[in-house]
């Protein structure tokens, strides 16, 4: 079974750039997470899919983050105007169903770094 | 979702047992107790899960106390492929609509 895919692996920018980030689950899984783990730091949920649907994005910062989810399957997420703290490694997640007991598979994530 | 307790770091002989304790003294009866793990670069990875019962599978076991208020992540026998960060985390029976709500873990680092 493939695992969820993400790109750019590494991403270095400017301030004030934008960046944006693609994500592949795993095949069938109605859930999709973006994390945002700052170094020496446990990944902290950003927003979270249901299909095409947002559950929860409480902690996504909307002023300059922006995620989106066409057809329940891709998505992207968007940082515009990037900020130097945005620096930090953005991980995508997917699981079956967030109603069911299960785990989540995570992707290798995309290093961002804002210079 | 009631907060986890993790001593930051340990270290543990390769081919011993890596015993990794996590606190969560308010946890409520309707909430699991799951373990992932973070290997340096890569994303986190599910170990395992449990309510009450303890729990074992292919790569490690979970043992919870009878009161709930805090679990022992065992790896039986730890290579240096274990060396890695790992967390506990309590969540809701049923998913709920929150993530996963990761705190700093353990860093277990596996001594040859």
């Known amino acids: 079974e493939a695992g969820v895919a993400q790109s750019p692996r590494y991403k270095i920018i400017e301030k004030r750039q934008s960046v944006a980030f693609w994500c592949n689950p795993i095949s069938g899984h109605a859930t999709l997470y973006w994390y945002q783990q700052i170094l020496g730091q446990g990944p902290k949920l950003l927003i979270q899919?249901?299909?095409?649907?947002?559950?929860?994005d409480s902690q996504l910062p909307k002023d300059r983050f922006s995620a989106e989810r066409l057809k329940g399957v891709d998505s992207t997420l968007k940082i515009q105007p990037a900020k130097l703290e945005d620096s930090a490694v953005y991980l995508c997640?997917?699981?079956?169903?967030?109603?069911?007991?299960?785990?989540?598979?995570f992707g290798q994530g995309t290093r961002l770094t804002v210079v | 979702d009631a907060k986890t307790t993790q001593p930051p770091s340990m270290d543990c002989a390769e081919g011993r047992a890596a015993n990794l304790p996590c606190n969560h003294s308010t946890i409520s009866g309707n909430e699991y107790v799951y373990w992932y793990r973070q290997i340096h670069s890569q994303g986190p990875q599910y170990i395992i899960h449990?309510?009450?019962n303890n729990e074992t599978n292919e790569m490690a076991s979970l043992i919870i106390t009878e009161d709930r208020k805090s679990s022992t992540l065992i790896l039986p026998h730890a290579t240096l492929r274990d060396t890695a960060v790992y967390y506990c985390i309590v969540r809701p029976r049923g998913g709920g609509a929150d993530g996963l709500t990761f705190g700093k873990g353990t860093h277990l680092i596996i001594q040859p």
């Open positions: 449990g309510l009450k």
């Open positions: 899919f249901q299909n095409n649907g947002v559950v929860d």
């Open positions: 997640a997917s699981s079956l169903r967030a109603k069911e007991i299960g785990e989540a598979f």
